[in-house]
């Protein structure tokens, strides 16, 4: 790694560690990982260090699925942690580890998806944080309608209820003891009332889970109260098949496919990639997580319904969205960043 390399890096988890983790004097701040490749998370191990924090990093094995609980040594280690950057391949953030650790008080800093060192810098470099938490508290403020209608010049047509949850804004800051994000910032969502979700949805960007992202050929969903009946597309809509048919014979298989939380993303340089942790931060992306989401909590603490063994994420480019009827996002441009412009 060249020396601009290495300082553009140690720029970014100095951002990461810093300004969203929060570290302090005298913390211990904990990098779990299941990487090969060490570079970024002992580059955060510093950014710790140089917070005048203790930076340890715990290094578990590859997991078999998204959300399979890590090793006990792992789990017992992220409880005694004050703040932890979880810097995994697949996700650990919805596992009773997690939460475990944030019921003991960490804060949980959540990188999944194997973000490298091009992804973190650009994310970061001479971002305005004040200026896109103000724009994704805003965007937040509109998810605190009812009745949403997403359609698209592909074909999607879906009808979403959000009921009485209230609209939350990932600013990407963990401040307080249990509080939990991920990183980078720019990304907003709202629970929604399960079996609510009907219509067609033609997925386009990334899905979660599967091998080809992003996606080659777009994959369309038929969802009734809630519920995916049938997936249509080419190879990225039998992968998906594949996915979901590894739960079948669960008590609770059919809500592995239930549509579950609403996302509009306000981040202003992310890109479709492929990796769902920025994908769904690109501004005036549409994402529904499908699957659990009862370790998500709307900012008064209410959680959602649906209980699940998997949970993934969908990304849709080039959406229009409606709420009670207000136009929100017009064929992919976020109508609200516009009063947020640099």
Known sequence: MTELRRSKLD??????VGICLG???GEQVLIVTDRDDLTVPMAFVAAANRAGAQGQLVVFPRLAYANQEPPGTTVAAMRAADAIVTLETLTVSYTQAVHEA???GARVLGIPNNADEE???RLTEGLDMDRLISLGAAVA???NGRRVHLTSALGTDFHFDLGDYVGDSLTGLVREPGERDWFPPGNTGCIGVQGSGNGVLVV???IGRIPTAPLGEPVRITVKDGIMVSIEGGREAEELKTYFKQFEGHELFKNCMHVSTLGIGTHPTAKLTGRVLEDERISGCVHFCVGKNT???DPRGVAGTVEAPSHLDMC???CTLTIDGELIIDNGRLLQAEGYAA
């Open 11 to 16: 720029t970014a988890a100095d951002f990461a």
């Open 23 to 25: 570290a302090s004097a």
């Open 119 to 121: 992804m973190l810098v």
């Open 102 to 104: 944030r019921e003991a």
């Open 316 to 318: 849709m480019i080039g």
């Open 204 to 206: 386009n960007g990334t």
């Open 141 to 143: 403020g509109k998810l």
């Open 295 to 297: 370790l998500q909590s």
